[in-house]
């Protein structure tokens, strides 16, 4: 059941990512359609600080991965 739950942390944090570094999503074109800043400009403002986080969550949940597959019962 834990690892139920891990993937679908991982498909809600990917949707996430897909959604702030998207050049094609609304919120992305809308906030920088609002800020009155050009889109490719604003895509590259958060994407170093993007990535950091997504390489973050990749190795925490590979961790936890990892230590559950030597204990299947959790």
Known sequence: ?????????????????????SPMSDTTALSSMASKCDHVQHLRIPMPYALIVRFVRICRN????RNNAKHPSC
């Open 1 to 21: 059941m834990y690892l139920f739950y891990l993937s679908i942390s991982a498909v809600l944090a990917g949707l996430r990512w897909g959604d702030n570094s």
């Open 62 to 65: 590979y961790g936890i991965c």
